[in-house]
């Protein structure tokens, strides 16, 4: 019964007064976001120069040791983006100052640690047939460019990316107030809270610090003075963490439960959909690392979350523009 969910008696979780601080949309970030998309839509044309960093390659190659191909060595119309880091230095080098048409040598030696015991420092020549040259052209963020993405000018594409960043601050802000909300609703509980269960996650973020500052070979009395506490100050602190952590989970379950707050299995599904694509990650892979059960928690917290923001008093205030290094932060 270790592990059995404390009895809670809710207090107040509706018309909690909670101040939304939503950030500002800078116009230097506006400036940034059309210059990237600029370096997105950027285009290459063949060049009968010689081949420089930043450049598009089409090249055969093959390595040989002493006069002999290397097992697995050769390519066939590989295109590289000189400059990426794709290439060996050494041998990347060699393509500089090249033209479409040239063949030419570079000896390279495998590295001592490289994967193949066979080749590693081994000495090696390859030999290349540069193909193609490809030169890259990045659009000027002008009218023309803003008309070829959809815009009718680009001031209104300014308008639609202002639009679009506001949106995601206006996001962030709801999901930092609801989080605030439910950290109130907890500490708003009654309930005899499981002692051990908060000790012991105390105690696994302390040993974890300890460890993290161990590997940096930073010792914990100079992070503590940096910090302005104290080993013990730092355990006090974990155990508040560990508390209000615990209080925020036992109100949302007993706020979903009061209002009928529930994730469906179409939502669930939608989820694992949306976090493979988020993640870049095939979605059986995520099922592996979340249970559904977890993925329905999480749901299930972010819509009372929703809930106790739209039964609040919000006060939504504009924070001011930042100044300075944390400016150059913004986004």
């Known amino acids: 019964m270790a592990n059995a969910t404390p ?14 601080h939503v950030r500002p949309v800078l116009e230097r970030t506006v400036e940034q976001e059309i210059t990237h ?19 598009k390659v089409n090249f055969d190659a093959e390595g040989f040791r002493g006069g002999q191909p290397i097992p697995d060595s050769k390519n066939e119309n590989a295109s590289i983006l000189l ?21 030419f040598e570079v000896a390279f030696t495998y590295p001592q640690d490289f994967q193949l015991e066979e080749l590693a420092g081994v000495e090696a020549v390859f030999r290349i047939q540069l193909h193609a040259v490809a030169e890259k052209h990045t659009p000027e963020a002008n009218e023309d460019f803003a008309r070829s993405r959809g815009f009718d000018s680009l001031e209104a594409m300014r308008a639609e990316i202002r639009k679009e960043k506001q949106a995601l601050h206006e996001a962030a802000a709801d999901r930092k107030a609801g989080q ?8 708003n509980l009654t309930v005899d809270l499981p002692e051990p269960r908060i000790a012991a996650e105390a105690e696994r973020e302390y040993k974890q610090l300890e460890a993290k500052l161990q590997k940096s070979g ?79 928690a999480a749901l299930v917290a972010q819509k009372v979350q929703a809930f106790l923001l739209a039964n609040a008093q919000v006060t939504s205030v504009t924070d001011p523009a930042p100044q300075g290094a944390a400016a150059a932060k913004e986004g």
Do not use: W
Request: charged fraction near 30%.
């Open 7 to 20: 009895k809670v008696t809710l207090g107040q979780y509706k018309g909690l007064a909670i101040t939304r």
């Open 37 to 55: 998309r600029c370096r997105l839509h950027a285009y290459y044309t063949p060049s009968d120069g010689p081949a420089k960093r930043g450049d």
């Open 83 to 103: 400059g990426t880091g794709r290439l060996t230095p050494a041998i990347e080098r060699a393509f500089y100052g090249h033209k479409a048409g040239d063949s």
């Open 180 to 187: 605030e909300l439910l950290d109130m609703a907890g500490a």
């Open 218 to 296: 930073i010792p914990l009395e100079t992070y503590c003075k940096s910090c302005r506490t104290s080993p013990e100050g730092l355990r006090k602190s974990f155990r508040a963490s560990a508390e209000k952590r615990l209080r925020s989970l036992l109100a949302a379950k007993a706020i979903s439960e009061a209002e009928g707050i529930v994730a469906h299995k179409d939502e669930v599904e939608a989820e694992y959909r949306r976090l493979a694509a988020h993640h870049n990650t095939p979605e059986a892979e995520i099922r592996k690392l979340l249970a559904p059960d977890a993925v329905a």
